[in-house]
T-cell receptor, first 113, second 112 residues
Framework: QKEVEQDPGPLSVPEGAIVSLNCTYS??????FMWYRQYSRKGPELLMY????GNKEDGRFTAQVDKSSKYISLFIRDSQPSDSATYLC?????????????FGKGTHLIIQP | DGGITQSPKYLFRKEGQNVTLSCEQN?????MYWYRQDPGQGLRLIYY???????QKGDIAEGYSVSREKKESFPLTVTSAQKNPTAFYLC???????????FGDGTRLSIL
């Protein structure tokens, strides 16, 4: 079983829809969770950063962590064509030992105008 | 502007040649990382450094070397021993323990 599982997609939705992106993980020691957005031929850009369980909202983006189910989600409201990108989840233990991230392979999202 | 600068954007390597990828950050971050990204493989860690003059191997260090002589710089050398170097290389840095990593815009390396 891989440490972090993420559906590669592509996930195609119409403009304005709510998008749900998800990752599951197997290591119960993970405590810090991140979502990155990566456009083609660019580096990943940090979108959301959360610690432990719960929800965090930033504009149209909401990150949700359910540690009991080992499941994290990123919701995008009022999706726009500019949201079309690959979304990577990442996580690390607390304390970070060793100080490194474990990444999902990314979900390719397409927002249709 | 503060950020992470990778250069060059595109690089071509001949057989038997070593090439060096540059990564510079002006964020005053302590830790720096090198990843390799291949289609369908996700990000794989090559080397990382938590402090100047110290670095550790990641999961795929064979055929690569690094140095960390200055806090702001973490160059990666792809040696001739790396038989499949064609990939997108990403550099990242972060401020300290428990902080998220921030990435540069990558260098795409190809074989001539």
């Amino acid at each position: 079983q891989k440490e972090v599982e993420q559906d590669p997609g592509p996930l195609s939705v119409p403009e304005g829809a709510i998008v749900s992106l998800n990752c599951t993980y197997s290591n119960s020691a993970f405590q810090y969770f991140m979502w990155y957005r990566q456009y083609s031929r660019k580096g990943p850009e940090l979108l959301m950063y959360t610690y432990s369980s719960g929800n965090k909202e930033d504009g149209r983006f909401t990150a949700q962590v359910d540690k009991s189910s080992k499941y994290i989600s990123l919701f995008i409201r009022d999706s726009q064509p500019s949201d079309s990108a690959t979304y990577l989840c990442a996580m690390t233990t607390y304390p970070p030992r060793p100080d490194r991230l474990t990444f999902g392979k990314g979900t390719h999202l397409i927002i249709q105008p | 502007d503060g950020g992470i600068t990778q250069s060059p954007k595109y690089l071509f390597r001949k057989e038997g040649q070593n090439v060096t990828l540059s990564c510079e950050q002006n964020l005053n971050h302590d830790a720096m990382y090198w990843y390799r990204q291949d289609p369908g493989q996700g990000l794989r860690l090559i080397y990382y450094s938590q402090i100047v003059n110290d670095f550790q191997k990641g999961d795929i260090a064979e055929g690569y070397s690094v140095s960390r002589e200055k806090k702001e710089s973490f160059p990666l050398t792809v040696t001739s021993a790396q038989k499949n170097p064609t990939a997108f290389y990403l550099c990242a840095s972060k401020r300290g323990q428990g902080q998220p990593q921030h990435f540069g815009d990558g260098t795409r390396l190809s074989i001539l």
